[in-house]
């Protein structure tokens, strides 16, 4: 989410909203937001707490971040309120960025979005699992792809649980014994596969880098258009 707030600040954006589950997770996700901006000396103009999970994005919900004419809209929900507020949103007259995290998942998110992903940006944690060659994890994790489904279904979300995979076997392999606490305290230090991943004592982040994806080249591509 840092990374968001520090791509578009250094083009000078200063109007950034948030959009956030009114939960444990959303709540970590707007201090998140709220500390990189603060970092910067901005502050969100407008935010919308979403209630749950379950309950559609309403048209209210839409209305109090547009009030704020933001330049950025920064979205941390599942892909079925993100695409309904980006769709909303747009048939409300906004030209704002939008922009997620990778909670809701490039793929089921560009699927529910349809020709209206165009433009919207996703902030990954992980290599781009369509470039073979790019980090060594990727060929390993491609290979597993296609022996366990017989095609090349790659995403981002598959490609960041088959390192969190790989992260949890060497953790419990480090132990000695398939203890939780052990497993929980992760690797002592940096780990041997290519995706570097630490962890600082019981610190639930083990990768901390990432990238903006977006249909027009930002750092690595992706379209998230059909």
Partial sequence: LEKIVDH??????????????DDVVG????????????????????????????????????????????????????YKATSDFIKMARKAGST????????PGSTPLSRELGKDGVGVVIAQVVPSPFSAGAVLIVPEYRAAIEKLLGKPEYSFTSLESF???????????????????????????PSSYPVRVTFDDLAATGIETGGVTNTAPVVDTVTIAP
Wanted: aromatic share 6%; glycine share 4%.
């Fill in 163 to 189: 390192i969190a995979a790989k992260v949890t076997v060497e953790a419990i392999r480090r132990a000695g014994a398939v203890r939780a606490t052990a497993a929980v305290a992760g690797p002592p230090g």
């Fill in 27 to 78: 709540k970590e996700n707007f201090t998140a937001v709220d500390r990189a901006l603060k970092e910067r000396n901005l502050a969100a103009v407008s935010i919308a707490a979403l209630k749950d999970r379950v309950t559609p994005v309403s048209q209210p919900d839409v209305n109090a971040v547009l009030k704020g004419d933001p330049q950025v809209i920064i979205l941390t929900t599942l």
């Fill in 96 to 103: 704002a960025q939008m922009v997620s995290n990778s909670f």
């Fill in 8 to 21: 578009y600040a250094k083009y000078g954006v200063k109007r950034f909203s948030i959009v956030h589950y």
